[in-house]
Structure formats: structure tokens, C-alpha cells
């Protein structure tokens, strides 16, 4: 009789052992099982990864159940694959302008036609229909549909959009021309290195030299883009813009953890499905949310909403953010009372 090894099941052999039907069937059985568990493993490997500034080395690996080699492997695996992955002190994270995310999002995305369909569709609801004014909103939110019901202005974003594309790739400088500012009030050009096209190409993220900051510009407030002969000379300084599941945005993402009963828990994942996959179930019973934010308002809010059945492990800014609420919240009833 022919015993099945550890290292069959790893080279994979084709066939099981002949003169033995149910053993056969059992192996094919362990053997498909074996690769969805890998599959499975791959795949939220990859999305703990996406931006990820919270998970360590040896957390992932918790999560995960794998050792630090097999996890270096799988690292290995997905810059093989096309994945950037990049390394900020002891943990690792795939940015979300790798390749694959693009290709994805190129076949998942609305396109403008699209958008100003679905838009006029929704305008044939009337007003007053709840559902239709919140997809209304929600489209309103990445489409600017001044811009795409206008020919001329639609071109002249195109272009802008192509010369921004540019300029990142090739690691240029550019001028906008003739920029209109909500904030200054003004309208003027701008030297800017551009580093991130967002919101399906509606912003995009450039550091300004001469007020040694990096901004966030709208596609649509241009006038129209130079590309200059210029490289990057300030790629070092060059911040992200990141937005959490609460819709906070930030340069920076804050680690926060706790313990949440079954109640915060069920309503946490009811509101915030895609955060799903920075929670964990514990031994007894409670379930570990390890998730980074852009700004304490959103968490907080949810903590303290349900302060009862959650216990916050970190971090020390989110306790003390916390605490001044608190302390803020009970100062204000006792002046009430007085």
C-alpha cells in the first residue's frame, strides 16, 4: 500500500495511488480543498496589504497563521506578479496603483457616459424619492457634470488628464494655468510636481514648491496643463492623500484597536462592510478590530455610541482623543445642571 507523503502533497503529483478508489477520491478531495485554502489565504493576504500602516510582520502572520517565511514567500510572489510592494518600518503594504488595481478598476469603473445616463435616469424620478437622491449625491461626489454635459470643457479636461498622466509617469514638473481656487479666492498658475491621479481621475495630488506643501488640485478648476522639461526635484517630500472607511481624509493613517462585543460588532460591519477584513474573532468571543484612520472623529463617534460593549486597546492619541471627549461631554452637562 502506498502511503501518501508530505512531499507528494507538495510537488502535487497528478495521479493518487491506483487500486484504491475511495483513497483516490479522498486525495483529489484534500488536494482541491489544499489549493482554495492557499487561493484564500492569497487573496486576503492582498487586501490586508492594500495601504496597509497598521499591520506588523508578525501580525500578519497571526492573521494569517503562516510563519514569517512562507510570508516573505507570498511578498516575493505578488512583486512577481506586479505588485508594488513597499516596506515603512516594520510593515509592509501594496500600493493601490499597482497594475492589477488599475486593470480592475478600468473594467469595474462607471465611465462618463455612463454616469450622465444613469444621471438623467434618476432626474426622470423627480425629486422627493429618497433612493434616487442619494445615488444622485453619491454620483455628484466623482462626477463633474458641468464638465461632462459640456463638449468643449469635457475635451479640454481629457487633455489635461493625459498631460497629468504624463508628467507622473516620466516624473516631470508642470504649470497649471490659470487655476481657480474656492479657498484664496484667486485664479493663477501653479508649479507643481504631480504624483497621483484620484477619484477616477478627478484630482490629483502634486506637491507645490513654493508653499513647500502638498495639495490636492481639481481636474476641472484648470485652465490647462504644461508639461515642463523639468524631473521631480522634491520626490522626497512627495505625501499620499488616504481616506478611511469613515470618509476622513489625511496625509497620515492612525492605528486604533478594540475589543468589540457582539453588538458593536454586528453593528460595525452592518455600516462598514469593508472593513471586514481588519477584524478578527477572539478566544472568548469578542472580536479585534485593528484599523487605521485618517482622523478620530468617525471612530470616536462609533465608540462612544456604544461605549459599553467596546474596550479600546490604542492607540495612546485615540485614549486620550477619547478622554477629552468624555471630560468635554461631562464639563458641558454639569454647567447645564448649574
Known sequence: MHVLTAYDVCKGQRHAPAGNNAYAANYHVNKESMRHDKLERELYLLQLLTENRTYTIERLCEKLGIS???????????????????????????????????????RI?????????????LDKAGQGDVLADNLRKKLERFYDFDIINNDELREQKVYNIGVLYDAIKLQRQVVIHGYASPHSRTTKDRLVEPFLLMNNNNEVRCYEPSSKLNKTFKVSR?????????????????QQMYTDVFMFSGEKM???SMLLGQLSYNVFREEYPAAEANMTTCSDGRHRLDLPVCSYAGIGRFVLGLFDDIEVLGDEGFISYLQQKVAAMASSYTHKEQ
Open 68 to 106: 514569517r517565511r512562507n510570508l516573505y514567500y507570498y511578498l516575493e510572489f505578488f512583486r512577481d506578479s506586479g505588485f508594488k510592494v513597499y516596506k515603512h518600518g516594520n510593515c509592509y503594504s501594496i500600493d493601490r496603483n499597482s497594475p492589477f488595481f488599475n486593470r480592475l478598476i478600468e
Open 109 to 121: 469603473s462607471i465611465t462618463e457616459e455612463e454616469a450622465v445616463m444613469i444621471r438623467r435616469l
Open 222 to 238: 484648470m485652465q490647462e496643463v504644461e508639461l515642463l522639461d523639468t524631473e521631480w526635484a522634491y520626490k522626497d517630500r512627495h
Open 254 to 256: 492612525m492605528p486604533v
